[in-house]
Structures are given as C-alpha cells and as structure tokens.
C-alpha cells in the first residue's frame, strides 16, 4: 500500500492556512505532518486542526519549521515574502518539496525561488485555481490572435486585508501578454491614471485595482476596440478552490526537482 504524502502547512492561522488544513483534513492520500506560524501568533501550541475550526488533528502549531523537518515531505507556503524566503532556506537545506502561493515577491525573491529549483522540486504559481490557469491560456490566445489591434486592460478585485497590488495574479496576466505580443511588461505596465493622462497607447497595458469588503478574488481582462469588446474574467467564490489546486501541486511535485507553476502541474504549458 502507497504511504500518505505528508505536507506541512506554514501560516496555519491565515485565511489560506487554515482553509488548507480543511482540505487536507477531507483528503485521504494526504496527511498534515507539521503546522507553522509566526513566533508571537496567539495560535502556537494550539492544535492546527483546533485552529482551522475542524477538531483535534494531533499535529501542534509550530514557529520553528526547522525542528519539524522530518515530518513532511512538501511545505505548503501561503504567507508573506520574507516569511516565504526563509522557509525556502530551510527546505532547500533539508531537501524538502514546495508548493508556494506567496505572492507580494520582488524581482531578486522570485529568482532566489527559480534558483533554489536547482536543488529541490517547488511549485510556484500567484494562482493555484484551474479557472484562472486556464484563463491564463486563453488571454495568450487571444493576445496573439488580437496583437496590436485592442486595447488591454486588466481589473482586478479582492477583500480588504490584502496587502499587495496589483495581485499577483493580474500581474502574471500581464506577462503572459505582453510575452504574447512581443512586449516588455515592464516597460509598457500602467498601475492606474490620475489627472490630464493624455490619450492611451496602443501598446500600454493597463491595471485597475478594487479592493473592498470579503471579495474572495476577482480578475477580468478586456481586449477593446472600436466597436465591440471581448472579456475574459474569472471570480472566486471560495479560497478551497485555491487549496484543492495546492494540493493538486504537491502530489504532482513529490517526485520532481525543478521550479514549475500551475501551467506544468495542469498540462496547460505548450497548449495552444
Ligand atoms: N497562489 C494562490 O492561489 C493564492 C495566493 N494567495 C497569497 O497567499 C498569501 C497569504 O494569503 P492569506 O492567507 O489571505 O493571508 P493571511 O495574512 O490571512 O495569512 C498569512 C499567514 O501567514 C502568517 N505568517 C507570517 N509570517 C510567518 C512566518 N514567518 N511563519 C509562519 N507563518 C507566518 C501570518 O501571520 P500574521 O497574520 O500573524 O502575520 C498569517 O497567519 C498572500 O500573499 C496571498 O496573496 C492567497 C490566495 C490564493
Ligand atoms: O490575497 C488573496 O486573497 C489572493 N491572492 C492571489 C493574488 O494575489 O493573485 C490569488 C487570489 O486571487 C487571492
């Protein structure tokens, strides 16, 4: 008989983590090894299943993921940049798995995450959704297809404790874009407009920003002209939508190295 993949869950007491302990805990071919969080979260020495609101599950929440690194196979990491490049250290030392949805990392914090794919097998996706992976798919299509002929912008929506903008997912739709049309996002990105703009550039890629109430994640992209336009969007309507592609990712990643996204987990990378 197969033994469970056993993951650990850092950022129990977040929305992400403990959602994840939910799914974990409704999985039968996954077991929760380890539970982490910040030193000074009131939820350290509670159980991680108490913590998610499901019951006892026997594993006690941690602050120091290094002393429970014989219990799990792949660390789920839905935290916060630093939180996340200091895990990565720790894995890649011991030679454990990831599955990152982090999102907020600058430049030299993502190729630390690229570079540490060199020694262990990570998943790293600013959206672990099959929608929005798809979504992905689709908006290269129609870039390609579309070229210089619309205008693109990108509106997106989330709850009102997120702390990074543009989401990491809008961000992503913008790469795949611009890499789509030959552009460099980074020359071409408008992150919002105020006062006397001027007219639009053809070129440009626009990003709007909401962010209000309980809005689990909302991104739409619009290719307009003169005369007609298309959308292409997708809502979240549950953060287990998020977890379950998580889970997907770990079981995938168990015996790969290298640094992959949700495009490689699903198949999608190459398609179309
Ligand atoms: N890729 C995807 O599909 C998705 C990605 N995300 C991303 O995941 C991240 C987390 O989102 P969300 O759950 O809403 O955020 P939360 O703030 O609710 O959760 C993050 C948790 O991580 C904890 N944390 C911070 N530092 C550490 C540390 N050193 N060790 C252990 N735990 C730590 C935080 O503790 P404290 O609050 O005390 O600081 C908090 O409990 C964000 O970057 C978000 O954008 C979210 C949803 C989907
Ligand atoms: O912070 C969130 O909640 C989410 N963050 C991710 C992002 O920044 O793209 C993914 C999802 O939309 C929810």
Redo the contacts with the bound molecule.
Sequence with gaps: MNESLRLAV??V?????KTLIQAIAETADLVLGAA???P??PYIGQDAGATAGIGQLGVPVV?DLGAVCDRFDVLID???PQ?TL?HLALCRGAGKRMVI????LDEAQRAAIHEAGGTIGIVY?????VGVNLCLKLLEIAARTLGDTVDIEIIEAHHR??V?AP??TALRMGEVMAQALGRDLRSVAVYGREGHTGPRARQTIGFATLRAGDVV?EHSVWFASEGERIEIAHKATS?MT?AQ??LRAARWIAHRTGCFDMQDVLGLRGVG
């Excluded at 949805?101 to 907020?104: L, N, P, R, V, W």
């Excluded at 996706?125 to 959704?129: C, E, L």
Aim: glycine letters at 24%; a positive charge.
């Design positions: 850092a950022g007491g977040g929305r992400m983590g982490t969080e910040r000074e979260s602050s839905f935290t916060a939180a200091a949805g982090t999102t907020g996706a600013p959206n672990m959704s404790h997120k990074d989401s990491g994640g953060r998020f592609g998580a």
